[in-house]
């Protein structure tokens, strides 16, 4: 009788540890959730004030280097 009630303590007990490796690793991939970005801020030299207008600086070839 005594191996009878270990067995289902250990069958409880197995059944637990399952039940809380699940949770964990739903907990888990919880916290791998995409960065995102919602904002920006540049400081462009040579007056440019956007991106999109540094991206023409440099496609233009432009020297902005100033004093």
């Given at each position: 009788m005594n191996e009878q009630k270990l067995l289902e303590y250990l069958k409880k007990v197995?059944?637990?540890?399952?039940?809380?490796?699940?949770r964990l690793q739903d907990v888990e991939a919880g916290r791998q959730e995409p960065v995102a970005i919602v904002a920006m801020s540049c400081r462009f030299p040579g007056g440019v004030g956007s991106p999109e207008e540094f991206w023409r600086l440099l496609a233009g070839g432009v020297d902005a280097i100033g004093e």
């Open positions: 197995t059944h637990d540890l399952h039940q809380t490796r699940q």
